[in-house]
């Protein structure tokens, strides 16, 4: 199979292999102990939970989405040669 057929290249793969991480990471930052109903836990409202995790989870999806939307450089060089070979 040639690899001009593929949509994504080496780079996106990766890309999107780190947009799953990061989004794991913020996950996992999220998790902890919860509130019963007999204990109340203070730690549901620490910083981390709040505003570090849900920024971590934010930053993974934009890499995936980068990932996604990025053009291999295959692709943009042979539609310069094609474009280049329309305007001969």
């Given amino acids: 199979m040639d690899r001009k057929n593929f949509a994504f290249d080496k780079t996106n793969f990766i890309l999107l292999a780190a947009g799953m991480i990061v989004i794991i990471i913020g996950f996992l930052l999220m998790s902890g102990p919860g509130s019963t ?17 849900p920024i971590v989870c934010f930053a993974g999806f934009i890499f995936m989405i980068y990932g996604i939307l990025r053009k ?17």
Avoid at 43 to 52: L, P
Avoid at 72 to 88: F, G, V, Y
């Fill in 37 to 53: 109903e007999t204990t109340f836990e203070p730690d549901i409202f620490s910083a981390r939970r709040i505003k570090v995790a």
């Fill in 72 to 88: 291999p450089k295959d692709a943009i060089s042979s539609e310069n040669n094609t474009e280049n070979n329309k305007t001969e």
